[in-house]
């Protein structure tokens, strides 16, 4: 049996949640016996990269993906589905199941349209299902009606759909799936190797990690750091990190007079971001829009506390169990935000325990194998 995954960025040439879960659904296909194609564009010098059995397939050329607001371009997501449509026309009948990931959600109409009439199964995964309002906050009011009527024509025509949530779950059922959609249980990769520590650094640290964008509501920490402060007076705050709300956040910190509290590296080297997670005393992600939220599971490997922020659009949350691995606030502001610091610094080793028990039994059942061999039972049943 052979099957194509189709997704337009490669881990870790691309580095992000939606990168790693689609490389190790093609492994996970693979070990379970599968001739595996990585469908995708061209991110490297030289010949394809080996994946230890999986052929990756590029079918365009390299693009920049996103503008300078850290929105996706429409023009290289036409020229990577155009690609795919080619690709899929030339190897008509090469595939027996395809999973085409919905972002963005051109690949599945390209797919659908190349494979009329052939008995190749399909199955559209959708990282994240966006509402109306969404789209039209996200893309403008032309572009974001075209966008909002797409996701829900690519639903409706897909055989098969999939999530990682059960927020995102249910708008496919409301979107108007032809069946129940694959809900994975969840996307954790192996147990950590790494060592836990149930004692923090001292002094007891904040930390951030992803872009700077509006989304995820980095410049909202320093005040929440500042409420903070107030009760733990040594608390400090590592932003990783770059992007276009990085003006915002560093007017924040001055403004505060934070800038001996609260660091901005930018991006760092992998064995340095790792350290700057597990030396700290709790991971804040105050983002407002997570179709998943790996970065919960890779803090709590290590026995490090989370603290996010309820949301509509945040199917993260699903991930916390409150004064287990860490805690929700109510909002973003400075007072809710600060005070869920304050809980999660306190916390102490016991917290830090139960944020390691957490990944270990999740690390059971909630595996992204577990997920990958769902889709594969699905798409055998279709």
Known sequence: MRIAVVFDCLFPWSTGGGERQYRLFAESFREQGWDVDYLTRRQWDGPPPDLDGVRVVPVSGPSELYDAQGA?????????????????????????????????????????????????????DFLEVWRRDQWLAYSGPVLGRVAAWLQRRAVRASPLVSAHSQM???????????????????????????????????????????????????????????????????????????????PAVLA??????????????????????????????????????????????????????????????????????????????DSASAESLGAALVAAVRGGPALRAGARAWFEHAARERTADAAARGILAALTRS
């Open 72 to 124: 996706r371009r429409p023009w290289p997501a036409l020229v990577f589905a155009f690609a795919v449509f080619r690709h899929m026309v030339r190897t008509r009948g090469r595939y027996d199941a395809v999973l085409v990931s919905a972002l963005p959600v051109l690949n599945v109409f390209a797919v659908r349209l190349a494979l009329l009439g052939t008995r190749t199964r399909i199955c559209a």
């Open 168 to 246: 995102n779950g249910r708008r496919l059922v409301a979107e108007g799936a032809r069946r129940p959609p694959v809900v994975s249980p969840g996307l954790i990769h192996g147990a950590a190797t790494a060592d836990v520590s149930l004692a923090a650094a001292e002094p007891p640290t904040v930390v951030y990690v992803g872009r700077h964008i509006p989304d995820k509501q980095v410049e909202t920490i320093p005040a929440a750091v500042e409420v903070a402060r107030r009760h733990v007076p040594d608390l400090r705050a590592v932003i990783l990190g770059d992007g276009q709300q990085r």
């Open 252 to 329: 924040e910190v001055r403004r505060l007079g934070l800038t001996d509290v609260v660091e901005l590296p930018g991006f760092v080297e992998q064995d340095v971001l790792e350290a700057a997670v597990r030396d700290a005393a709790v991971l804040v992600n105050p983002s407002r829009r997570e179709g998943y939220g790996l970065v919960v599971v890779e803090a709590c490997a290590v026995g490090t506390p989370v603290v996010l922020v309820a949301g509509d659009d945040n199917a993260s949350v699903e991930l916390v169990q409150e004064g287990v691995n860490g805690f929700v606030a």
